[in-house]
């Protein structure tokens, strides 16, 4: 039994038409006519209701697409809900998390609380998974500034998944829990993102990484200011310099999964829990949206929960600077240079261009780590906007072992990446006349020349970056990814991390 607070999933061996629940949920392959038995039983005991919609073309089974019917009265079930899962050739286990999804929102509206899937015995563990994902990824919602009790109450559901036997039972198990697990990491993700930064302030961030460690298993130590300073990370205390009020935090977390001294595989996500642009002030247009700066710590943090939760046998280590951007008397200026943990000097062109600021403080610091990669996750540059909008992520990086490795994750979590180049010419773009480093190369190529920044701050490890601007926040709604902050990049790692192989 796998469980989210408001959503406890079971599987049961037995027949799908005999057991009592609001809704049954049965998966359709686009294509398909109600051939199979659960259809030509359905259709005769609805008088040819089934027929109906296949011959008048309302419901042919594409992804997506749903048909409900009033169940026969000797069914157990109230309801049925035939889904969706596309073409039965080459279905991919995307199509499930998918339909499962837009089921979600489909129950969710109708109050039913018992749900029971049949999924015949085609189920597998990997779409057992994808099931629980898109069923609970579909209709989460952010209840923690609702007032009212009655809003913020979740709908409490149980979900069955009827399996064919004993045998393939045990194996829809495992993906069930797999799928729980993760599930609740990307919500968890979506959760620190959407917090105002009024309530998540790089301390509150550090608090939160500090009770998910003790809730999941990997330890957390914070530094405070003091302690960033005794580390010399004059790029992050830079942009801190603008907050009065709040001050930078260094998170350290740690999962020991893997055999005593196995160098960790380090994951780096860019904190910052609000970007005014400082100085170089942003206008004001979607400005809230910058409350969201933090979604690469989030999405590590979450990694981190999700990698301790599942047992992944691999030592990870998450390191997560964070501060506020912010304008004020004190505040970090254009033109100003700072000195960066590894000693080099940066020519502040643009406040806005904190993030690789911060990045690279803790690029460097990895290397205390000796670690056997670090793959970095920042919303870095709305450049990707321009590149690949909303529907993937840019990846870059010096070693093609690990942008293979993240491409791999991201064929399995259909979480979209796209490899941008890190040519000589954007490492030329950052270079400043007078100190070491520009921290902006201007408009061409701003996903790149960002990238390309970082660079000068990795140590001996092979690294990759992914620029998560514009895909952490779905614009519109997906199936599974409601409007709001989208989680991208938690399954991506999770599954990556999962399959990795000493490097
Ligand atoms: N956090 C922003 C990037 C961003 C912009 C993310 C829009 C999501 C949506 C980042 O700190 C930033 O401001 N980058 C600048 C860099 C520029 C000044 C070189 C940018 O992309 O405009
Ligand atoms: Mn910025
Ligand atoms: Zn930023």
Not at 151 to 178: D, H, L, M, P, Y
Not at 267 to 284: C, E
Not at 403 to 423: F, H, M, N, Q
């Amino acid at each position: 039994m796998a469980s989210f607070k408001s959503k406890i999933f079971h599987t049961v061996v037995g027949s799908a038409r005999d057991i009592d629940a609001d809704t049954l949920v049965f998966f359709c392959y686009d294509g398909d006519a109600p051939s199979g038995s659960f259809l030509k039983e359905l259709d005769k005991d609805t008088d040819g209701a089934v027929s109906e919609v296949y011959k008048s073309g309302e419901f042919s089974g594409k992804v997506n697409s749903t048909a409900l019917f009033r169940a026969p009265a000797d069914w157990g079930a109230g309801n049925v809900l035939l889904a969706g899962v596309g073409k039965r050739a080459g279905v991919k286990q995307d199509n499930f998390r998918q339909a499962a999804g837009t089921v979600s929102r489909h129950v969710s509206l109708s109050k039913a609380q018992e749900i029971i899937f049949d999924c015949h015995s085609e189920l597998d563990a990997n779409r057992a998974q994808a099931l629980v994902e898109g069923f609970r990824l579909g209709s989460w919602k952010m209840l923690d500034y609702k007032s009212d009790p009655e809003v913020k109450k979740e709908n409490q559901q149980t979900i069955s998944i009827v399996c064919a036997n004993r045998k393939s039972e045990k194996k829809i198990e495992k993906g069930v829990e797999r799928g729980a697990i993760i599930g609740a990491a990307v919500s968890q993700c979506r959760r620190l993102s959407f917090h105002p930064s009024n309530y998540l302030t790089p301390e509150k961030l550090a608090e939160e990484a500090k009770a998910l460690g003790k809730r999941d298993g990997f330890s957390v130590k914070v530094l405070n200011v003091a302690q960033i300073e005794k580390e010399r990370m004059g790029a992050l205390l830079a942009v801190n310099k603008g907050s009065s009020e709040n001050q930078a935090r260094f998170i350290i977390m740690q999962y020991d999964g893997g055999r005593k001294g196995q160098k960790p595989v380090v994951l780096v996500g860019k904190g910052v829990t609000f970007d005014t642009g400082g100085i170089s002030l942003k206008p004001g247009m979607n400005m809230h949206e910058m409350k969201g700066d933090m979604t690469g710590s989030a999405v590590v943090i979450s990694t981190m929960s999700a990698l301790a939760r599942l047992g992944v046998k691999l030592n990870v280590v998450g390191l997560v600077p964070t501060t506020e951007n912010m304008p004020s008397g004190d505040a970090l200026k254009p033109g100003d240079i700072v000195t960066a943990r590894n000693g080099k000097t940066i020519e502040i062109i643009n406040t806005d261009a904190e993030g690789r600021l911060i990045l690279a403080d803790a690029l460097d610091y990895a290397n205390e780590f000796n670690p056997q990669a670090v793959i970095d996750i920042a919303t870095l540059t709305g450049a990707t906007l321009f590149s690949l909008g909303y529907a993937g992520a840019p990846i870059l990086g010096a070693s093609k072992q690990v942008l293979d490795r993240i491409r791999a994750g991201s064929k399995a979590t259909a979480e979209k990446v796209w490899e941008l180049p890190l040519w000589p010419e954007f490492t030329e773009q950052m270079k400043s006349a007078i100190a070491d480093l520009v921290n902006s190369g201007g408009r061409p190529a701003g996903t790149a020349t960002a990238a390309a920044f970082l660079q000068e701050f990795i140590g001996d490890y092979p690294w990759a970056h992914i620029d998560i601007a514009y895909v952490d926040l779905e614009p519109k709604g997906q199936p599974y990814i409601p409007r709001g902050p989208s989680g991208f990049g938690v399954r991506l790692l999770v599954e990556t991390l999962s399959n990795w192989k000493q490097m």
